[in-house]
């Protein structure tokens, strides 16, 4: 049974500092998701990484997914305020669709 | 392009009474699923549909729980005298019918069960 888990569950940091969320994963998976929620709010798409060694970047998020390691990790560079929310990863099941999601990782951003 | 729209966004019932929550999923899309979320967690796949057939249910409960999505309409999540540990967030999200696709959620429906 795949299981996704993430670390760490909670993060505070301050602005202008760098951090890690690892997202390791139990069984063999060839796509990993990585998603962000706004408190009340729904999911949005950050990333989709297929295969070994793909690495995505959007502004301050660099997303990387080690498929032999079954672990991606998202980056967070100079952290700014606003992307202070709940970040889920959720890996590709046995089936084409099913997802599994990760219990999510909170992180908050003092100015 | 409007995203993946649900209604209501909060729906309040007291136990013994149903629940109907809709789904209409992104233009060009043709997979439905449905998931839920309890405070604090992650989500926990329900149900895959697509247009007139349920393809995997293995995550919905045997009873009070169904879900259809057809021909014409939304997609529904019905819930049959509600009880309280049905309380949570539910979400739709809909994908192109070609796997690995991005699923896209829409804003949700908040049951509270009193």
């Known amino acids: 049974e795949l299981k996704v888990e993430q670390n760490p569950l909670f993060l505070s940091m301050q602005e202008g500092k760098n951090y890690t969320i690892y997202c390791n994963y139990s069984?063999?998976?060839?796509?990993l998701y990585w998603y962000r929620q706004d408190p009340g709010k729904s999911l949005e798409s950050l990333f989709v990484?297929?295969?070994n060694g793909a690495v995505k970047q959007e502004g301050r998020l660099m997303a990387s997914l080690d498929t032999k390691a079954r672990l991606s990790t998202l980056h967070i560079t100079a952290a700014v305020h606003d992307l202070s929310a709940t970040y889920f990863c959720a890996v590709g099941g046995d089936s084409n669709y099913q997802l599994i999601w990760g219990a999510g990782t909170k992180l908050i951003i003092k100015p | 392009n409007a995203g993946v729209m649900q209604n209501p966004r909060h729906l309040v019932r007291r136990r013994g009474q149903e629940a109907r929550l809709r789904c209409s999923p992104m233009k060009g899309h043709s997979h439905v699923y449905w998931y839920r979320q309890l405070p604090e967690e992650g989500l926990k796949f329900m149900v895959y549909?697509?247009?007139?057939?349920?393809?995997?249910e293995s995550g919905m409960p045997k009873e009070r729980f169904s879900a259809e999505f057809p021909k014409e309409g939304p997609s529904i999540l019905r819930i049959q005298q509600v009880v309280r540990g049905d309380s949570a967030a539910y979400f739709c999200?809909?994908?192109?019918?070609?796997?690995?696709?991005?699923?896209?959620f829409g804003p949700g429906t908040r049951l509270l069960v009193l």
């Open positions: 069984t063999t998976s060839d796509r």
């Open positions: 990484l297929l295969s």
């Open positions: 549909l697509q247009k007139e057939n349920i393809i995997d």
């Open positions: 999200a809909s994908s192109p019918p070609a796997w690995q696709e991005t699923q896209y």
